[in-house]
Protein backbone atom coordinates (compact mmCIF):
# COMPACT_ATOMS: atom_id res chain seq x y z
CA UNK A 1 0.00 0.00 0.00
CA UNK A 2 1.21 3.64 -0.86
CA UNK A 3 1.96 5.82 2.11
CA UNK A 4 1.21 9.49 2.85
CA UNK A 5 2.13 11.02 -0.05
CA UNK A 6 2.40 15.13 -0.24
CA UNK A 7 2.63 17.57 -3.28
CA UNK A 8 4.51 19.48 -4.39
CA UNK A 9 7.89 18.66 -2.79
CA UNK A 10 9.27 21.74 -2.80
CA UNK A 11 7.94 25.34 -2.98
CA UNK A 12 9.51 28.53 -3.58
CA UNK A 13 7.39 31.62 -2.77
CA UNK A 14 7.25 35.14 -2.90
CA UNK A 15 6.03 37.24 0.52
CA UNK A 16 2.26 38.06 0.68
CA UNK A 17 1.50 35.09 -1.80
CA UNK A 18 -0.81 32.62 -1.19
CA UNK A 19 0.18 28.72 -1.24
CA UNK A 20 -1.40 25.30 -1.21
CA UNK A 21 -0.30 21.92 -0.45
CA UNK A 22 -1.85 18.89 -0.65
CA UNK A 23 -1.73 15.61 1.01
CA UNK A 24 -3.52 11.97 0.06
CA UNK A 25 -3.62 9.62 3.45
CA UNK A 26 -3.21 6.02 3.25
CA UNK A 27 -5.83 3.50 2.45
CA UNK A 28 -7.97 3.71 4.79
CA UNK A 29 -6.96 6.56 6.85
CA UNK A 30 -10.00 9.05 7.75
CA UNK A 31 -7.92 11.34 9.77
CA UNK A 32 -5.19 13.82 8.26
CA UNK A 33 -3.10 16.22 10.23
CA UNK A 34 -1.22 19.16 9.30
CA UNK A 35 2.41 19.76 11.18
CA UNK A 36 5.18 22.62 10.70
CA UNK A 37 8.33 21.70 11.39
CA UNK A 38 11.20 24.65 11.24
CA UNK A 39 14.60 24.05 10.57
CA UNK A 40 16.30 22.87 14.07
CA UNK A 41 12.69 21.97 15.87
CA UNK A 42 10.14 19.59 16.22
CA UNK A 43 7.18 19.58 14.22
CA UNK A 44 4.07 21.98 15.65
CA UNK A 45 0.30 20.75 15.30
CA UNK A 46 -1.60 23.28 12.66
CA UNK A 47 -4.83 21.17 11.61
CA UNK A 48 -6.03 18.12 12.72
CA UNK A 49 -9.44 16.36 10.59
CA UNK A 50 -11.62 13.38 10.82
CA UNK A 51 -14.38 12.83 8.83
CA UNK A 52 -13.78 16.10 6.67
CA UNK A 53 -14.68 17.37 10.29
CA UNK A 54 -12.09 19.86 11.98
CA UNK A 55 -11.34 18.02 15.30
CA UNK A 56 -8.08 20.78 16.37
CA UNK A 57 -6.26 23.52 15.41
CA UNK A 58 -2.87 24.64 16.66
CA UNK A 59 -1.95 28.14 17.37
CA UNK A 60 -1.43 29.45 14.16
CA UNK A 61 -2.75 32.42 12.47
CA UNK A 62 -6.18 32.94 10.46
CA UNK A 63 -4.19 32.63 7.43
CA UNK A 64 -4.27 29.21 7.64
CA UNK A 65 -6.68 27.01 6.67
CA UNK A 66 -7.36 23.21 5.35
CA UNK A 67 -9.89 20.90 4.74
CA UNK A 68 -10.71 17.22 4.08
CA UNK A 69 -12.41 15.69 0.79
CA UNK A 70 -14.49 13.05 0.58
CA UNK A 71 -11.63 10.77 -0.58
CA UNK A 72 -10.09 11.64 2.68
CA UNK A 73 -7.18 13.62 0.97
CA UNK A 74 -6.53 17.11 2.67
CA UNK A 75 -5.50 20.77 1.54
CA UNK A 76 -3.45 23.26 3.29
CA UNK A 77 -3.71 26.67 2.39
CA UNK A 78 -1.98 29.48 3.51
CA UNK A 79 -2.30 33.14 2.64
CA UNK A 80 -0.32 36.50 2.43
CA UNK A 81 3.05 34.44 3.18
CA UNK A 82 5.71 35.46 5.63
CA UNK A 83 9.17 34.61 5.38
CA UNK A 84 8.84 32.87 9.22
CA UNK A 85 6.50 30.54 7.44
CA UNK A 86 8.87 28.95 5.63
CA UNK A 87 9.60 25.44 6.80
CA UNK A 88 8.64 21.65 5.79
CA UNK A 89 5.15 21.23 6.20
CA UNK A 90 4.46 17.60 7.29
CA UNK A 91 1.00 15.61 6.74
CA UNK A 92 0.23 12.29 8.37
CA UNK A 93 -2.66 10.26 8.44
CA UNK A 94 -4.39 7.92 10.84
CA UNK A 95 -7.40 5.07 11.00
CA UNK A 96 -9.18 6.59 14.06
CA UNK A 97 -8.85 10.02 16.26
CA UNK A 98 -8.21 8.71 19.31
CA UNK A 99 -4.61 8.78 21.34
CA UNK A 100 -3.63 6.40 20.44
CA UNK A 101 -3.37 6.16 17.21
CA UNK A 102 0.28 6.64 15.02
CA UNK A 103 0.82 8.79 12.89
CA UNK A 104 2.16 7.99 9.59
CA UNK A 105 4.16 11.05 7.92
CA UNK A 106 4.27 11.89 4.38
CA UNK A 107 7.77 13.21 3.26
CA UNK A 108 6.14 16.49 3.15
CA UNK A 109 6.99 19.83 1.03
CA UNK A 110 9.33 21.82 1.68
CA UNK A 111 8.51 25.82 1.50
CA UNK A 112 10.52 28.63 1.22
CA UNK A 113 9.58 31.82 1.27
CA UNK A 114 11.84 34.83 -0.08
CA UNK B 1 -0.49 21.83 29.18
CA UNK B 2 1.43 18.47 27.48
CA UNK B 3 5.06 19.32 26.89
CA UNK B 4 8.37 17.16 25.94
CA UNK B 5 11.37 17.67 26.69
CA UNK B 6 14.83 16.29 24.82
CA UNK B 7 17.46 18.18 26.52
CA UNK B 8 20.19 16.39 24.20
CA UNK B 9 20.22 19.00 21.19
CA UNK B 10 22.77 16.38 19.58
CA UNK B 11 25.01 13.63 20.40
CA UNK B 12 27.57 12.21 18.31
CA UNK B 13 29.36 8.06 18.87
CA UNK B 14 31.17 5.80 17.55
CA UNK B 15 29.93 3.15 15.09
CA UNK B 16 29.39 -0.03 17.70
CA UNK B 17 29.06 2.17 20.98
CA UNK B 18 25.19 2.13 23.07
CA UNK B 19 23.28 5.57 23.01
CA UNK B 20 20.38 6.32 24.35
CA UNK B 21 18.52 8.99 23.97
CA UNK B 22 16.35 11.18 27.15
CA UNK B 23 12.94 11.93 27.16
CA UNK B 24 11.30 13.83 29.51
CA UNK B 25 7.26 14.85 29.40
CA UNK B 26 4.69 16.51 31.36
CA UNK B 27 0.36 16.43 31.16
CA UNK B 28 -2.02 16.52 32.95
CA UNK B 29 -3.92 13.30 31.87
CA UNK B 30 -4.21 10.05 33.19
CA UNK B 31 -3.91 8.19 30.10
CA UNK B 32 -1.68 9.34 28.20
CA UNK B 33 0.38 7.69 25.12
CA UNK B 34 4.09 8.30 24.21
CA UNK B 35 6.07 8.03 20.93
CA UNK B 36 9.43 7.83 19.37
CA UNK B 37 9.60 8.78 15.92
CA UNK B 38 13.02 8.81 13.99
CA UNK B 39 13.41 11.50 10.86
CA UNK B 40 16.28 10.67 8.46
CA UNK B 41 17.72 12.95 6.40
CA UNK B 42 14.56 12.81 3.86
CA UNK B 43 12.37 13.75 6.12
CA UNK B 44 9.74 11.54 6.28
CA UNK B 45 8.51 10.99 10.26
CA UNK B 46 8.81 6.82 11.07
CA UNK B 47 6.91 5.56 13.63
CA UNK B 48 9.13 3.62 15.79
CA UNK B 49 7.33 2.82 18.70
CA UNK B 50 3.92 3.71 21.09
CA UNK B 51 3.75 3.09 24.92
CA UNK B 52 0.89 3.54 27.04
CA UNK B 53 0.63 5.56 30.34
CA UNK B 54 -0.47 2.37 32.23
CA UNK B 55 1.92 -0.19 30.64
CA UNK B 56 5.63 0.49 32.22
CA UNK B 57 7.03 -2.49 30.78
CA UNK B 58 10.39 -2.22 29.05
CA UNK B 59 10.25 -3.18 25.81
CA UNK B 60 13.08 -4.32 23.38
CA UNK B 61 13.18 -4.93 19.43
CA UNK B 62 16.30 -5.58 17.86
CA UNK B 63 18.74 -2.90 18.72
CA UNK B 64 16.00 -0.85 20.30
CA UNK B 65 14.90 -1.03 23.64
CA UNK B 66 12.61 1.64 25.48
CA UNK B 67 12.55 2.61 29.20
CA UNK B 68 9.36 4.19 30.55
CA UNK B 69 9.20 5.42 33.96
CA UNK B 70 6.32 7.26 35.24
CA UNK B 71 7.94 8.50 38.68
CA UNK B 72 10.20 10.34 36.86
CA UNK B 73 7.84 11.54 33.84
CA UNK B 74 10.75 9.32 31.67
CA UNK B 75 10.65 7.50 28.13
CA UNK B 76 13.65 6.65 27.17
CA UNK B 77 15.21 5.27 23.97
CA UNK B 78 18.42 3.54 24.11
CA UNK B 79 20.25 2.08 20.84
CA UNK B 80 22.66 -0.76 21.19
CA UNK B 81 25.48 -1.36 19.29
CA UNK B 82 24.67 1.62 17.02
CA UNK B 83 25.09 1.67 13.08
CA UNK B 84 25.59 4.72 10.48
CA UNK B 85 22.47 4.34 9.33
CA UNK B 86 20.81 4.91 12.73
CA UNK B 87 22.06 8.67 12.08
CA UNK B 88 18.97 10.63 12.13
CA UNK B 89 16.90 12.97 14.55
CA UNK B 90 15.04 11.34 16.78
CA UNK B 91 11.77 12.99 18.02
CA UNK B 92 9.56 11.64 21.28
CA UNK B 93 5.97 12.85 21.10
CA UNK B 94 2.75 12.59 23.57
CA UNK B 95 -1.00 12.30 23.34
CA UNK B 96 -3.69 12.17 25.46
CA UNK B 97 -7.15 13.69 26.67
CA UNK B 98 -5.78 16.85 27.57
CA UNK B 99 -5.08 17.64 23.10
CA UNK B 100 -7.56 15.11 22.46
CA UNK B 101 -7.77 13.03 19.84
CA UNK B 102 -4.54 11.79 17.81
CA UNK B 103 -2.52 15.16 17.62
CA UNK B 104 1.21 15.09 19.13
CA UNK B 105 2.92 16.97 20.93
CA UNK B 106 6.70 16.79 20.07
CA UNK B 107 9.93 17.49 21.62
CA UNK B 108 12.65 19.24 20.12
CA UNK B 109 14.60 16.18 18.65
CA UNK B 110 18.27 14.60 19.17
CA UNK B 111 20.00 14.84 16.31
CA UNK B 112 22.13 11.53 16.25
CA UNK B 113 25.49 10.65 14.50
CA UNK B 114 26.53 7.60 14.21
CA UNK B 115 30.57 7.52 12.95
CA UNK B 116 32.36 4.58 11.32
Known amino acids: DAGVTQSPTHLIKTRGQHVTLRCSPISGHKSVSWYQQVLGQGPQFIFQYYEKEERGRGNFPDRFSARQFPNYSSELNVNALLLGDSALYLC?????????????FGNGTRLTVT | AQKVTQAQTEISVVEKEDVTLDCVYETRDTTYYLFWYKQPPSGELVFLIRRNSFDEQNEISGRYSWNFQKSTSSFNFTITASQVVDSAVYFCALSGQETSGSRLTFGEGTQLTVNP
Open chain 1, 92 to 104: ASSRQDTPNSPLH
